[in-house]
C-alpha cells in the first residue's frame, strides 16, 4: 500500500501562481510515476503532469511551459507541481497520483480555484 498526503492549493487570481506537493509513504520502493490529475466539476479526471523514477515528465498540453513537475533530490518520493500563469480553466480538484506495478494510488484530492 502507498499513502500520499498532498499539499498546497487554494484560491489565486488569474495570472498568478501556486505550488503543489504530495508525499508518497508505504510500499514506495515500486513507485515508478508520480504525478498529478485533477478533474473538475462534470469533467473527467485527466492527467496534468508526471514524473517518472528516471526523472522523465509527461504534461497535458494545456499546461506545458506554465507547470512543472518535480522531485525532491533529497526525498524522491516527495513531488512538487510549480503551476503558474494560472487561468480559470485551471480550476479543478489536484489528486497526486502514484503508479507501483499495476496499481495506481491516489490522494483525497485539494481544491485549486482560479478566480478574480
Known amino acids: 500500500q502507498v499513502q500520499l498526503v498532498e499539499s498546497g492549493g487554494g484560491l489565486v487570481q488569474p495570472g498568478g501562481s501556486l505550488r503543489l506537493s504530495c508525499a508518497a509513504s508505504?510500499?514506495?520502493?515500486?513507485?515508478?510515476?508520480m504525478g498529478w490529475y485533477r478533474q473538475a466539476p462534470g469533467k473527467q479526471r485527466d492527467l496534468v503532469a508526471r514524473?517518472?523514477?528516471?526523472?522523465?515528465?509527461?504534461y497535458a498540453d494545456s499546461v506545458k511551459g506554465r507547470f512543472t513537475i518535480s522531485r525532491d533530490t533529497a526525498k524522491t518520493t516527495v513531488v512538487s507541481l510549480q503551476m503558474s500563469s494560472l487561468k480559470p480553466e485551471d480550476t479543478a480538484v489536484y489528486y497526486c497520483?502514484?503508479?507501483?506495478?499495476?496499481?495506481?494510488?491516489w490522494g483525497h484530492g485539494t481544491q485549486v480555484t482560479v478566480s478574480s
Open positions: 497520483s502514484a503508479q507501483s506495478g499495476t496499481t495506481n494510488y
Open positions: 508505504g510500499s514506495i520502493f515500486d513507485i515508478y510515476y
Open positions: 514524473i517518472s523514477s528516471g526523472g522523465s515528465t509527461d
